[in-house]
């Protein structure tokens, strides 16, 4: 598992870590049982602080994307494909809907909205 960290974003380092585990889960890279590094590997490859990494193991625990077992690890939790694909829903719809306000706001119509998201489903 390759995690990139960028020092630039304006996205804390450890939302960075959980969104790319995320990625992986979702996209079949890190499979249900799939061991992860520890706390203290982690954070000596990232070379970030073991907090940050503990900060992300957490969230993704409380997510239910991952189960920590004291003494073993953090382990990538059985995922539900339904609940993992209603999240990804909501995410495309937010998205949707902030781009149709954009276009609203710069004075397309709803019909040119739809003609240029039609074009871009097209690609």
Do not use: W
């Amino acid at each position: 598992m390759k995690i990139i960290i960028n020092h630039s974003s304006m996205q804390p380092i450890y939302e960075q870590i959980v969104d790319q585990i995320k990625t992986a889960v979702y996209g079949g890279a890190l499979e249900e049982g799939a061991l992860l590094p520890s706390v203290r590997t982690l954070s000596k490859d990232l070379k970030i602080s073991a907090l940050t990494v503990k900060k992300a193991y957490d969230a993704l625990e409380e997510e239910g994307v991952v189960v920590t077992v004291h003494g073993k690890g953090s382990f990538i939790a059985r995922a539900n494909q339904e609940l993992l694909m209603e999240e990804h829903r909501k995410e495309v719809e937010a998205d949707l809907e902030m781009a149709i306000r954009k276009g609203r706001s710069c004075g397309m119509k709803d019909q040119e909205i739809r003609d240029l998201f039609d074009l871009m489903m097209e690609e």
